[in-house]
């Protein structure tokens, strides 16, 4: 910040702070997704992108083998992360001997080893390679669902979901075991119910796994499908609040309609906006999720609208947004009481701070993008308890007529 201001003075400041804001758009994750044919690569690359076969830049899905060549597929959340489908190991095109080459395999950050059955010699060999060049890798079991499914029609009397589901679980880390990767992580999956499973597990270590920057990348990358999502996008939005605030040190602040002090209205309106949109309470964020719990849209649309004071969540507008800011922050108590600056920007403000605006704006907005960030937690939180809950009684009466029907 020092040097920055040397160089280009309060300009010079605030490009600094934006760019470093937003760093994380420019880090590129490009994560490997390999499998035989017929496991569900593509399906799996469209299931944790949120997309279905049928959606603009979804992964083409077939019966037949459809990974003859090596594709790459964007997140539509973040066109830096990038989902490779390549080929298994042993095939005509791509042979063991010269795969490694083939596909650049130093070109990914990650690896994601996939099966819907065993894992072959090829396979193993493959996460071997891997190991050797310090690579990061998952197996995968996909289709469980189908497994657990096919268990049910074959034992309607006996079946025992959570039996099967450790059935398959010690006989693939046996396996493993067996092959020299005891203290590989294995994941059982089911592309089509991406809310079940380990799914959200799998997510969830791959973010812990990455660092930095790609960390970041990777969590503003996924969308918003479960509680523990919800959270680690929050503390990452939290992270980067003071810089924002201290954005706002260096703009003209202005009054807020019926509060007796001045903060950056611009400036909050569009961290909210990416709160909102990261949280997953922009429209397509909630169809999305009524989709994945096959839930009404209208219903969690509507615990938006009610709790954020909005008609239309369909149309939210910088307008739109800047209402709900100053509804939250004006019935805010603490913000009125508290404009405290955190102990680990003080430093830059008695720098820059007299140079260009009165400290105190820093610490309101700091406090009020605090709030808005809360208020959106919380109604997050409300938008999958509520869809879970519906999804929940749904499977029971799915489970109440089949055991009517056996």
């Known amino acids: 910040m020092e040097t920055a201001w040397q160089e280009g003075g309060e300009e010079g400041c605030r490009r600094h702070l934006e760019i470093k804001r937003d760093e994380w758009k420019g880090v590129s994750l490009n994560v490997a997704v390999i499998g035989n044919s017929g496991v569900g690569k593509s399906c799996f690359i469209n299931a ?4 279905t076969a049928d959606d603009k830049g979804g992964a083409p899905v077939d019966v037949t083998e459809t990974t003859k060549e090596i594709v790459s597929y964007q997140h539509p959340g973040n066109p830096s992360c990038l989902f490779w489908d ?3 190991v042993g095939t005509d095109h791509f042979p063991r001997e010269s795969y490694l080459s083939k ?82 992580q294995v994941f059982l999956i ?3 119910e991406p809310n079940k499973f380990q799914f959200e597990k799998l997510k969830q270590q791959l973010i812990t796994d990455f660092k930095d920057l790609q960390r970041t990348a990777l969590i503003f990358s996924l969308h918003s499908t479960s509680k523990e999502m919800i959270k680690l996008k929050v503390d990452e939005l939290r992270s980067r609040i003071w810089r924002s605030a201290l954005l706002s040190v260096a703009a003209a602040a202005i009054p807020v309609p019926g509060i007796s002090v001045i903060i950056d209205l611009h400036i909050i309106v569009q961290e909210s906006l990416l709160y909102f949109k990261q949280l997953g309470l922009d429209s397509e964020s909630l169809k999305r999720t009524a989709k994945l719990y096959s839930v009404d849209y209208e219903k969690i649309q509507s615990i938006v609208s009610k709790e954020l004071g909005i008609r239309d969540v369909d149309s939210v507008t910088d307008e739109t947004m800047k209402s709900i800011v100053i509804n939250i922050i ?18 830059i403000l008695q720098l820059i701070g007299h140079l260009i605006a009165p400290p105190m704006s820093f610490g ?11 208020k959106f937690q919380e109604v997050a939180l409300a938008v999958i308890n509520s869809a879970a809950d519906s999804a929940h009684v749904d499977d029971e009466t799915d489970d109440e007529e089949a055991t009517s029907h056996n």
């Open 48 to 51: 944790i992108r949120g997309l």
């Open 330 to 347: 004006s019935s805010s108590k603490p913000f009125m009481a508290d404009t405290a600056v955190e102990e680990s920007v003080k430093t």
């Open 364 to 374: 309101e907005t700091d406090l009020a993008l605090k709030l808005i960030l809360e």
């Open 103 to 184: 596909i650049d395999v130093d070109r990914y950050v990650f690896f994601l080893l996939i099966t819907a059955d065993r894992f072959t010699e090829n396979d193993t060999w493959l996460g071997k390679e891997i190991h050797k060049r310090n690579k990061k890798y998952f197996f995968v079991r996909t289709k469980i669902g189908l497994d657990i499914f096919s268990n049910k029609r074959s034992h309607p009397r006996t079946h025992n979901e959570k039996a099967v589901i450790e059935k398959i679980r010690k006989s693939t880390e046996d396996q493993l075991t067996e092959n020299g990767f005891a203290d590989v």
């Open 86 to 88: 390549l080929p298994g």
């Open 190 to 192: 089911d592309n089509h």
